[in-house]
Nanobody, 114 residues
Framework: QVQLVESGGGLVQAGGSLRLSCAAS????????MGWYRQAPGKQRELVAT???????VYADSVKGRFTISRDSAKSTVYLQMNSLKPEDTSVYYC????????WGQGTQVTVST
């Protein structure tokens, strides 16, 4: 059973930056993919970025060039550096990890003001 704990959300002005962290515990050696999704009110959950165990990354078009995902395998932690934030980035951000099943964190709110 994998447990995920997110941190780093908050309120920031447009153009600002935030860094999200997600620490994994339990069965971490079997995790082959970690990443971030987000869900705004009234909208479906959408992919933000993923990183595989060998460091390959995928980004949503809407965040390319602004967000960077990274993974510290020694700390079993995945990070999402978010720069040049826009009001449309406002969402609850969820960390997830895939072994065979997918596990989700509890979510962290990111609010970008104009």
């Amino acid at each position: 059973q994998v447990q995920l704990v997110e941190s780093g959300g908050g309120l920031v002005q447009a153009g600002g930056s935030l860094r999200l962290s997600c620490a994994a515990s339990g069965g971490i050696s079997r995790i082959n993919l970690m990443g971030w999704y987000r869900q705004a009110p009234g909208k479906q959950r959408e992919l933000v970025a993923t990183v595989t165990s060998d460091g390959s990354t995928v980004y949503a078009d809407s965040v390319k060039g602004r967000f960077t995902i990274s993974r510290d395998s020694a700390k079993s932690t995945v990070y999402l550096q978010m720069n040049s934030l826009k009001p449309e980035d406002t969402s609850v951000y969820y960390c997830y990890a895939r072994v065979v099943l997918v596990y989700w964190g509890q979510g962290t709110q990111v609010t970008v003001s104009t």
